[in-house]
């Protein structure tokens, strides 16, 4: 365990972190691993992996100190200002209306986001969909329908934690002020793993935003208001 210090306040923490390896999050990964070598954070931190529904269940059972949340998962827990938010199409959360209705098992928000919006089909997200859109334009893009029927961005999911309310109000703060360049090295291994091109990787990040600003925050509030209702 070692030393953090936030402003005047030194602490000792070992953090335990809800790892999901969607390609929408390889951004944040890069910013964590420089923030905690970083002289002003220097931290202990392990990675639990998993995909959304396995981490939501993780968080919650407290086997990690923070993740990002299944929004639909997340109305009771404590966030910061981050999140994995679509502000129109997204390309990585389906509906395939030509096959039998399904929910994807690793889904917990975008499984109740097509019954909010009355999709039939089966619903797919992460990396396989986003390789499926790539290959294909027989899908309904939940996020691209969701703004055309509320004009609000949809929020996919929420960094939540359990303690040390500044160190993720740091984290947050860090991250949004500055741009995270993916060295080649990166790109190339995230290509090769997910079997997506390069670009196709480049051009998909620029659809997702990370800071819930207020229009986040009110596509989040009619999506729970919608979410009780069904």
Request: with cysteine.
């Given at each position: ?6 402003s005047s306040v030194v602490y000792n923490y070992s953090m335990i972190f809800g ?212």
């Open positions: 365990m070692t030393q953090i210090t936030l790892k999901i390896e969607y390609l929408n999050l390889l951004p944040f990964h890069i910013f964590m691993k420089r923030f905690t070598k970083g002289s002003s954070a220097k931290m202990s931190m392990e990675y639990k992996r998993g995909v959304p529904a396995k981490i939501n269940a993780a968080f919650h059972a407290r086997r990690v100190d923070a993740a990002f949340i299944s929004s639909i998962s997340a109305r009771k827990s404590t966030h910061v200002g981050l999140g994995i938010i679509a502000k129109k199409s997204v390309k990585s959360v389906l509906v395939i209306p030509s096959r039998t209705s399904k929910k994807d098992r690793e889904s917990a928000s975008s499984n109740v986001l097509a019954s909010v919006l009355g999709v039939d089909g089966e619903v797919i997200i992460g990396d396989k969909a986003l390789r499926y859109a790539v290959q294909s334009k027989e899908y309904i893009d939940l996020a691209k329908l969701w703004n055309e029927k509320y004009n609000l961005p949809f929020v996919f999911a929420l960094l939540c934690y359990h303690k040390e309310k500044k160190l993720y109000k740091k984290i947050e703060h860090a991250f949004l002020k500055r741009e995270v360049r993916i060295p080649h090295y990166i790109l190339e291994e995230a290509s090769q793993r997910t079997k997506i091109e390069k670009r196709e990787i480049l051009e998909y990040l620029k659809l997702i935003s990370y800071e819930l600003d207020t229009p986040a925050r009110r596509g989040l509030k009619k999506f729970y208001t919608l979410a009780n209702a069904t």
